[in-house]
Nanobody, 125 residues
Framework: QVQLVESGGGVVQAGGSMRLSCAAS????????MGWFRQAPGKEREFVAA????????FYADSVKGRFSISRDNAKNTVYLQINSLKPEDTAVYYC??????????????????WGQGTQVTVSS
């Protein structure tokens, strides 16, 4: 089992920045690729970004490329999502997730084994 706890959400004005954190506990953190997903009200959960086991390779949804940055610190068992130039359409609950699948980078939620409870990000215009 892997337990994931997100933090860092809140309310921010459009154009602002925010850093989300996801702390992992349980099994060996570096055995898992990590991803961030988000779900806006009335919409399906969508892939945002993913990072490889070592942190050396990252993937992003087209909608967030250039504004979002995913990283991880395996010594701290933590994955981060830096969000810049926030837009009202970024408002959602953000979830981190852990995957052992080789195709984690495709961003399919069913390839992720463990999920956090989510943290709310609200962007005001």
């Amino acid at each position: 089992q892997v337990q994931l706890v997100e933090s860092g959400g809140g309310v921010v004005q459009a154009g602002g920045s925010m850093r989300l954190s996801c702390a992992a506990s349980g099994r060996t953190f570096s055995d898992y690729a990590m991803g961030w997903f988000r779900q806006a009200p009335g919409k399906e959960r969508e892939f945002v970004a993913a990072v490889s086991w070592s942190g050396g390779v990252t993937f992003y949804a087209d909608s967030v490329k250039g504004r979002f940055s995913i990283s991880r610190d395996n010594a701290k068992n933590t994955v981060y999502l830096q969000i810049n130039s926030l837009k009202p359409e970024d408002t959602a609950v953000y979830y981190c997730a852990a995957s052992k699948a080789n195709n984690y980078y495709r961003g399919n939620y069913y390839n992720y084994d463990y999920w956090g409870q989510g943290t709310q990000v609200t962007v005001s215009s």
